[in-house]
Nanobody, 115 residues
Framework: QVQLVESGGGLVQPGGSLRLSCAASGSIDSSNAMAWSRQAPGKQREWVASIITGGNTNYADSVKGRFTISRDNAKNTVYLQMNSLKPDDTAVYYC?????????WGQGTQVTVSS
């Protein structure tokens, strides 16, 4: 079993920054790839960023250059630093991973970008 708990969401003005955290526990370690996705109201969930073994990262075009995914293996925690936030970034953000033959998701954290 794997447990993922996100935190760090909130209300921020356009152009502002937030850092999301995803604390992982259970049958997971630094060899597991981790990722973030988001779901805006009335829209499908979309992939945002991934980090794999060795620290290689990938980003959706919509966030490239503004978001940074990273991980602290000692704390088993993945982060999503979000800068230059836009109203279109408003969504519930989820971290997820795939291990032992299935997907695991966190409960999500709300990010609202509004003036």
């Amino acid at each position: 079993q794997v447990q993922l708990v996100e935190s760090g969401g909130g209300l921020v003005q356009p152009g502002g920054s937030l850092r999301l955290s995803c604390a992982a526990s259970g049958s997971i370690d630094s060899s597991n790839a981790m990722a973030w996705s988001r779901q805006a109201p009335g829209k499908q969930r979309e992939w945002v960023a991934s980090i794999i073994t060795g620290g290689n990262t990938n980003y959706a075009d919509s966030v490239k250059g503004r978001f940074t995914i990273s991980r602290d293996n000692a704390k088993n925690t993945v982060y999503l630093q979000m800068n230059s936030l836009k109203p279109d970034d408003t969504a519930v953000y989820y971290c997820f991973t795939y291990t032992n033959g299935r997907m695991y998701w966190g409960q999500g954290t709300q990010v609202t970008v509004s003036s």
